[in-house]
């Protein structure tokens, strides 16, 4: 019988090498990335996000420096599953000190307990926003300051528009009323490098109530992705929730 060794108890993981994070590329790159690279990488993002929420795992912690990409910026990974965790049905109470301040959802932002793949789609949002532009989308230096930045572009929340809104911890009725008769407007006026369609998606992804967020699977059909390959078009043509 043969002795075990502590090296014998250990397990090995073995993954691919890449040499940047989207961070770091962005600043390589020293400006914006083009369009149709902006479009390949959010694809392959959104890919690996319906991979995670068809197995019940929610990143919640997407922001550029915890994806990684090739030297040639062709491939992009999604990394850093420290604050990853997994959901059933019923949804059950979770820390709202999740995702770094510039890519976290509104609803996490106001103190709610109990949320959903949402908050990765929110983050894809911005990631989506700051590949085109070079800068963050939102991008305040508190949490009340983060909010603040949200609601001037896409308005402050009302019952009417999000529906329980008042029910959240840290929702205030004395909030500045930033009053924005046309969200997707207000936002387009941001969006200098992309196009009518793109800016749809984006609008898509960061809706300020949870509920009517694209999710990753409807994200990959969305008509922005169209003109990719035919490989690509089929995987999301594709893709089944198990």
């Given at each position: 019988m043969h002795g075990t060794t502590p090296e014998s108890n250990k397990l090995y993981l073995i993954f691919e090498y890449f040499n940047l994070d989207l961070k770091k590329?962005?600043?390589?790159?020293?400006?914006?990335?083009?369009?149709?690279?902006?479009?390949?990488?959010?694809?392959?993002?959104?890919?690996?996000?319906?991979?995670?929420?068809?197995?019940?795992?929610?990143?919640?912690?997407?922001?550029?420096?915890?994806?990684?990409?090739?030297?040639?910026?062709?491939?992009?990974?999604?990394?850093?599953?420290?604050?990853?965790?997994?959901?059933?049905l019923p949804l059950k109470s979770y820390t709202h000190e999740v995702v770094t301040l510039w890519y976290r959802a509104p609803e996490i932002l106001l103190g709610q307990k109990v949320y959903s793949t949402a908050v990765d789609m929110w983050s894809v949002g911005c990631i989506f926003f700051e590949m085109a532009h070079k800068r963050p989308l939102f991008y305040g230096?508190?949490?009340?300051?983060?909010?603040?930045?949200?609601?001037?572009?896409?308005?402050?929340?009302?019952?009417?528009?999000?529906?329980?809104?008042?029910?959240?911890?840290?929702?205030?009725?004395?909030?500045?009323?930033?009053?924005?008769a046309n969200p997707y407007e207000s936002l387009k006026k941001l969006c200098i490098n992309m196009d009518e369609v793109a800016v749809d998606l984006l609008f898509k992804l960061v809706q300020l109530e949870p509920s009517q967020r694209i999710s990753a699977k409807e994200a990959l059909r969305h008509p922005y992705f169209r003109d990719l390959e035919a490989t690509n078009a089929w995987h999301a043509e594709n893709v089944e929730m198990e």
């Open positions: 590329y962005l600043d390589h790159n020293g400006g914006p990335l083009p369009a149709p690279s902006v479009k390949q990488l959010l694809y392959q993002v959104l890919q690996g996000l319906v991979h995670c929420h068809q197995r019940r795992i929610m990143h919640r912690d997407l922001k550029p420096s915890n994806l990684l990409v090739d030297l040639k910026g062709q491939h992009i990974k999604l990394a850093d599953f420290g604050l990853a965790r997994t959901f059933g230096d508190s949490e009340i300051g983060q909010i603040f930045k949200i609601f001037k572009i896409m308005g402050t929340p009302s019952e009417e528009t999000w529906q329980g809104i008042g029910e959240l911890p840290d929702f205030k009725i004395s909030f500045p009323q930033w009053r924005v």
